[in-house]
Every structure is written in structure tokens, then in C-alpha cells.
């Protein structure tokens, strides 16, 4: 399961959720017409979404089967999954971008190969993604643009990233 979402909470009386989505475009997680929903990345529920309309960054959705907000509200917090064999392949060398969630946990080390972490998150800003990194021996966070200039490498076999960074940039 790849992990595209996650659902903040009901809209509305009549069964809707609203949806914070983890794709490129907020509506791409319409694009598939069967959802896992997930506490723990473990045991999946298969539901399928009905209807939806964009609202301040959000999908309200309309699942099959919820027709009330009590219903809706027992969804709060579930992560929104598709099977990995829905979405379209992407090329081994990053040409075609990455999933998210490929990088999420990937070690990260500079130049010089010192580590500096691991991907804890990332996000977008307008201008270009930002990888959030969770410093080694530490809480802290190191935030660092995903562009070019700054990613040198990544390589998924043997989950590293390699950054032209140091820590303080």
C-alpha cells in the first residue's frame, strides 16, 4: 500500500469527510476508484469514494456507506492507501519524480558521506518540495530543498540520499 492521504476529521451532517491529500494535485487521489484506510499501516478497510468537491486545500469526500456524521467521525485520523500496483511506474533513475513515501525514512548524508539524518516528511512550498530531515542523535529537524543544486543523489536500493548540505545552511 502506498500511503496518499489522511483524514482530518467529518464535514458537514451528512456522512462527508475531509481529506488532506499527500498527491501533487489535491484532487489525484480521485483518480482511484478504491481507497485502503489504515490506523496502522496493518489492517486495511477497502471503501470507495462516491463523490467529492475541493474546499480550502481539502477534498470533502463522500464514501460509499457513510451517510452521517457519526460515522464519518469514526474515520478521523485513518490513512488513505492504494495498492502500489495502481499507480503508474516510475523510472529507477528519478527522471519521473519519486513517491513520497519511497523517500520517507531514507538516510541522508553529505558530500563528505557524514550523516546527517533520516527523511522524516517533506512538503511543498510553491517553489519546489522540502525534505524534512530528522537530525542523527536528535528531535531536531533540518529542512532541506529538494532541487537540483542540493539533492546529488538518491538511491532507493540502498536507501540513501546524498546532499550537497551542511548542517546550519
Not at 492504494?82 to 513520497?100: F, I, N
Request: proline content about 5%; some cysteine; hydrophobic content about 40%.
Amino acid at each position: 500500500m502506498v500511503v496518499l492521504g489522511r483524514i482530518a476529521g467529518p464535514h458537514g451532517i451528512r456522512g462527508q469527510i475531509k481529506v488532506i491529500p499527500f498527491t501533487e494535485y489535491v484532487d489525484g487521489l480521485m483518480e482511484y476508484p478504491v481507497w485502503c484506510l489504515s490506523r496502522d499501516e496493518k489492517n486495511w478497510q477497502i471503501v470507495r469514494p462516491a463523490t467529492f468537491f475541493i474546499h480550502d486545500n481539502l477534498l470533502i469526500v463522500t464514501l460509499t456507506g457513510y451517510s452521517d456524521r457519526t460515522s464519518a467521525s469514526e474515520l478521523k485520523g485513518l490513512l488513505v492507501a492504494v495498492p502500489r500496483s495502481q499507480l503508474p511506474p516510475l523510472s529507477k533513475d528519478g527522471e519521473d519524480g519519486y513517491y513520497w513515501t519511497d523517500l520517507i525514512g531514507i538516510s541522508v548524508v553529505n558530500m563528505q558521506g557524514e550523516p546527517l539524518g533520516t527523511v522524516a516528511g517533506l512538503f511543498e512550498t510553491g517553489a519546489n518540495d522540502v525534505l524534512r530531515v530528522r537530525l542523527s542523535g536528535s528531535s531536531k529537524d533540518e529542512l532541506i530543498p529538494f532541487v537540483d543544486q542540493v539533492i546529488r543523489q538518491v538511491d532507493l536500493e540502498s536507501r540513501q540520499i546524498t546532499v550537497d548540505w551542511e548542517l546550519g545552511y
